[in-house]
């Protein structure tokens, strides 16, 4: 195959960069993917950190008369406390490595979603692209319709044709001109799926030319194949993590403060500050423990085996694409031999014209169904480019590799 493997050329403006993959995307698409960085990334921090227990501020007043005298007294205390877990068999560094592997796979997410929303805006400007040749192929083949309805009318008036082969000839002409209404709704259709999406202009926007993944590449780093891989290891940690809420833990409890109590009438007053210690071992016993770690457990090796499924789908998708591919180069190089067959009749039908053989709708209709196969190849070039630019958007989710 002539497409060299892992190159992808692009030639692109100086405003779209690599670390910006979204940039070719609207405004309000960009912002919410802005937004829902910020989100996961929040939320790795507070994962990541939510095993640090609270300090508990506390600041109290008691006033306490006594019910068998006139004496009261007064106790004002201001303090702090905490009960930290030092140990959690192992749940602590599972819970950090868990929040690691959660924000992998949310970036692999959003990877993935910028990764669509490209390959829907690059596709569909090659399907604009596509349908703009479609409509002058259609345009050339009217013509040829319009001709042999000329020759099919000069017949039938002289008696040479019956009126079925007039018909026919009206027909086929018909067909064309309905086609050519369905191409023109196309265009209008694929110019709107790129303003949902983006502000670039679909006639003027530079294309880049998009080149073969190489296989292996292409199964080692497929978008897809990379999330469910970080999911699996989302859903390892979480099984530990859940583990682990039910085997033995160590908490420190401290507690520092300053207290003033006023006896008033009585001796004993304080005034200063305070503090203790402590440490307590809590062991869970719960009825549902073993139902609650086994679930967890069969999410995480669920995940895991669909690893091995996914890779072997892949493996089909790309054989797939390159046979697809294969088979447009093929009729590409057919069409080129043609080519030139059309350009040796074309030359005779020119020279019986001269000569007055033949009449001038010979090689008008020739000469536009050579353009019509021309435009066969500019039209299977761009159903090449869209199969690798399906390949390509898989495996990256900007238009350059990374």
């Given at each position: 195959m002539k497409y060299p493997v892992l190159l992808i050329l692009f030639l692109l403006s100086d405003v779209c960069r690599a670390d910006e993959p979204y940039t070719l995307l609207s405004p309000e698409k960009q912002e919410m993917l802005?937004?829902?960085?910020?989100?996961?990334?929040?939320?790795?921090?507070?994962?990541?950190?939510?095993?640090?227990?609270?300090?508990?501020?506390?600041?109290?007043?008691?006033?306490?008369?006594?019910?068998?005298?006139?004496?009261?007294?007064?106790?004002?205390?201001?303090s702090g406390s905490i009960a930290q877990d030092v140990f959690r068999s192992g749940g602590i560094t599972y819970q950090i490595a868990?929040?690691?592997a959660k924000k992998e796979r949310e970036s692999l997410s959003r990877q993935k979603e910028i990764a669509l929303l490209n390959r829907q805006l690059f596709i569909s400007i090659l399907e604009y692209r596509k349908a703009l040749f479609e409509k002058e192929q259609t345009a050339l083949?009217?013509?040829n319709k319009e001709i042999e309805v000329a020759i099919k009318r000069h017949l039938f008036d002289a008696g040479k044709a019956d009126i079925t082969e007039l018909n026919n000839a009206l027909m086929e002409k018909s067909a064309e001109l309905k086609s050519l209404a369905a191409i023109e709704y196309s265009?209008?259709?694929q110019r709107?799926?790129?303003?949902?999406?983006?502000?670039?202009?679909?006639?003027?926007?530079?294309?880049?030319?998009?080149?073969?993944?190489?296989?292996k590449a292409y199964l080692d780093e497929e978008l897809d194949l990379r999330y469910t891989r970080a999911n699996t290891q989302t859903q390892r940690y979480a099984y530990e993590v859940t583990a682990s809420d039910y085997l033995p833990s160590i908490a420190l409890n401290a507690a520092l403060g300053y207290r003033r109590y006023d006896p008033k009438?009585?001796?004993?007053?304080?005034?200063?500050h305070y503090y203790n210690t402590g440490i307590s071992l809590t062991l869970p016993l719960s009825y549902n423990a073993s139902s609650t770690v086994q679930e967890a457990r069969a999410l995480y090796l669920k995940e895991?085996?669909?690893?091995?499924?996914?890779?072997?789908?892949?493996?089909?998708?790309y054989a797939q694409a390159v046979e697809k591919i294969k088979s447009f180069e093929e009729t590409i190089a057919l069409i080129r031999r043609n080519l030139s067959l059309y350009d040796d009749l074309i030359g005779a039908i020119r020279s019986g014209v001269e000569a007055g053989t033949k009449t001038g709708y010979d090689l008008q209709t020739l000469q536009n169904s050579r353009s019509i196969e021309e435009f066969d190849?500019?039209?299977?070039?761009?159903?090449?480019?869209?199969?690798?630019?399906?390949?390509?958007?898989?495996?990256?989710?900007?238009?350059?590799?990374?």
């Amino acid at each position: 195959m002539k497409y060299p493997v892992l190159l992808i050329l692009f030639l692109l403006s100086d405003v779209c960069r690599a670390d910006e993959p979204y940039t070719l995307l609207s405004p309000e698409k960009q912002e919410m993917l802005r937004l829902e960085r910020e989100a996961y990334e929040a939320e790795h921090e507070k994962l990541r950190t939510n095993w640090i227990a609270p300090l508990n501020l506390s600041g109290t007043y008691d006033y306490d008369r006594s019910a068998q005298g006139e004496f009261f007294s007064t106790t004002e205390t201001v303090s702090g406390s905490i009960a930290q877990d030092v140990f959690r068999s192992g749940g602590i560094t599972y819970q950090i490595a868990y929040a690691d592997a959660k924000k992998e796979r949310e970036s692999l997410s959003r990877q993935k979603e910028i990764a669509l929303l490209n390959r829907q805006l690059f596709i569909s400007i090659l399907e604009y692209r596509k349908a703009l040749f479609e409509k002058e192929q259609t345009a050339l083949k009217l013509k040829n319709k319009e001709i042999e309805v000329a020759i099919k009318r000069h017949l039938f008036d002289a008696g040479k044709a019956d009126i079925t082969e007039l018909n026919n000839a009206l027909m086929e002409k018909s067909a064309e001109l309905k086609s050519l209404a369905a191409i023109e709704y196309s265009i209008a259709e694929q110019r709107y799926e790129i303003a949902k999406i983006s502000d670039v202009a679909a006639d003027s926007f530079e294309l880049p030319r998009f080149e073969l993944i190489d296989r292996k590449a292409y199964l080692d780093e497929e978008l897809d194949l990379r999330y469910t891989r970080a999911n699996t290891q989302t859903q390892r940690y979480a099984y530990e993590v859940t583990a682990s809420d039910y085997l033995p833990s160590i908490a420190l409890n401290a507690a520092l403060g300053y207290r003033r109590y006023d006896p008033k009438e009585r001796t004993g007053d304080y005034d200063g500050h305070y503090y203790n210690t402590g440490i307590s071992l809590t062991l869970p016993l719960s009825y549902n423990a073993s139902s609650t770690v086994q679930e967890a457990r069969a999410l995480y090796l669920k995940e895991a085996a669909s690893v091995a499924d996914k890779r072997r789908s892949l493996e089909g998708s790309y054989a797939q694409a390159v046979e697809k591919i294969k088979s447009f180069e093929e009729t590409i190089a057919l069409i080129r031999r043609n080519l030139s067959l059309y350009d040796d009749l074309i030359g005779a039908i020119r020279s019986g014209v001269e000569a007055g053989t033949k009449t001038g709708y010979d090689l008008q209709t020739l000469q536009n169904s050579r353009s019509i196969e021309e435009f066969d190849i500019r039209i299977y070039e761009i159903d090449i480019q869209i199969e690798l630019a399906k390949l390509h958007f898989a495996l990256n989710p900007s238009k350059e590799l990374p």
